[in-house]
Each structure stands twice: as structure tokens, then as C-alpha cells.
């Protein structure tokens, strides 16, 4: 497709279990974002990929959270144990280029409620 | 730290009049900006950018203004539409790097 594609749209899960979610960035695009939006808060920055380049993991709220990214496409965000604070719509956002002022396109998000 | 933040929470216009949404930033070293759209349910919305080296740029039904001298800029929607109805927020960065400050967001209410 077009834009941003992001699976599952929603997930469910109990406490402890570990969820894994998807992201498809614009073909082309070299850089790639998590967020995760609370409700009524702003985005909150999780992590960045560029190419072949170090992932920046410094939003990551703990050693819970990883991602990768293979083939600098799809991207995954793992989180373990998962918590009900970690409730919330965790966005996948990529740009042309993550420095050069390009705008950033974003998925539509991936829902994830922790009971 | 950087923050970026917006006036009204809530704004709430009659349809086909014109709406302005404000937002400031604090980082005079940011260099471009961008307004983004985010109805329920879905993902933001790319709607306009802006580079510091413009006072205003237009878009369809859309402009943004940016007075760096006080570091604000808005969004104006011309003749406001059913459709517009939704959270607006601006994100602000710096050549060169990569991390947007995003801000929270004011709810666009379109009156019929």
C-alpha cells in the first residue's frame, strides 16, 4: 500500500504475556519511529531507526521494550511481561530521511489494552 | 527541556467559518515545523510544513504562519467543514536531527 501499515490494529492481552507488533513503512522511506500515545497526552518518542544505522532505543521506557527493524523495512516492537500501564496506541511513523526536515507519515496505530 | 504547546484545548467553530489553531515552541534553534491531523481512531495526519526560512505557506483550504520572533505559529482552515472535525497538533525539529517535539493538541468541534 501507499502508507503506513500497522498490525494488528487491535490487541487485547492479559497481564505478564509478551505482544509483538508490526509495522510496514513507505517503501523508501529510510527512517522509522515508535511512539506511544496515551490518552490525551502527546506522542511519546520510543524509538528511531535509520537505514543501517544504530537504533536509537532512548525512549524506551524499560528493558521490557525492544525493536528491530530487518532489511531496513518492517519493524518490529516487542514488549514482555506487559503491564496495564502499557495501555495505550503505539504509533509507527516513517520519513524519507529521519534528518533532512522531511515530514514524518504515520500508521494508523496499533490499540493495545492489558487487562 | 523543549516543549511545544498549543492555546486551547478545545475549539469549537461554526461550519464555513474560518478556524485558528496556535501553537508555540520553545527551542528558537527549531527550523521547521509541521501541523498534523489525527481523527478518532487513527493515525496523525500530514496536513502542511513549514521551513523557518518562510513566514507562511498554503495549502488547500490551509495556511500556516510562523513569527519565529516570538516563536509561534498557527494553522488557519478557511470556510471549516464537518470533516475538519478533529485534534490538531504541530511538531517542531532542528536541522539535523531527528526528534520531533510534538505538542498535545486542540480538539477542532465543527457547529453544524
Known amino acids: 500500500g501507499a502508507g503506513v501499515s500497522q498490525s494488528p490494529s487491535n490487541k487485547v492481552t492479559e497481564k505478564g504475556k509478551d505482544v509483538e507488533l508490526r509495522c510496514d513503512p513507505i517503501?523508501?522511506?529510510?527512517?522509522l519511529y515508535w511512539y506511544r500515545q496515551s490518552l490525551g497526552q502527546g506522542l511519546e518518542f520510543l524509538i528511531y531507526f535509520q537505514g543501517n544505522s544504530a537504533p536509537d532505543k532512548s525512549g524506551l521506557p524499560s528493558d521490557r521494550f525492544s525493536a528491530e527493524r530487518t532489511g531496513g523495512s518492517v519493524s518490529t516492537l516487542t514488549i514482555q511481561r506487559t503491564q496495564q500501564e502499557d495501555s495505550a496506541v503505539y504509533l509507527c511513523?516513517?520519513?524519507?530521511?529521519?534528518?533532512?526536515?522531511?515530514?514524518?507519515?504515520f500508521g494508523d496505530g496499533t490499540r493495545l489494552s492489558i487487562l | 527541556g523543549e516543549s511545544v504547546g498549543l492555546h486551547l484545548p478545545t475549539l469549537s467553530v461554526q461550519e464555513g467559518d474560518n478556524s485558528i489553531i496556535n501553537c508555540a515552541y520553545s527551542n528558537s534553534a527549531s527550523d521547521y515545523f509541521i501541523w498534523y491531523k489525527q481523527e478518532s481512531g487513527k493515525g496523525p495526519q500530514f496536513i502542511i510544513d513549514i521551513r523557518s526560512n518562510m513566514d507562511k505557506r498554503q495549502g488547500q483550504r490551509v495556511t500556516v504562519l510562523l513569527n519565529k520572533t516570538v516563536k509561534h505559529l498557527s494553522l488557519q482552515i478557511a470556510a471549516t467543514q464537518p470533516g475538519d472535525s478533529a485534534v490538531y497538533f504541530c511538531?517542531?525539529?532542528?536541522?539535523?536531527?531527528?526528534?520531533?517535539?510534538f505538542g498535545t493538541g486542540t480538539r477542532l468541534k465543527v457547529l453544524a
Open positions: 511538531a517542531a525539529a532542528k536541522s539535523g536531527t531527528y526528534k520531533y517535539i
Open positions: 517503501s523508501g522511506h529510510t527512517a
Open positions: 511513523a516513517s520519513s524519507f530521511s529521519g534528518t533532512k526536515n522531511q515530514p514524518q507519515h
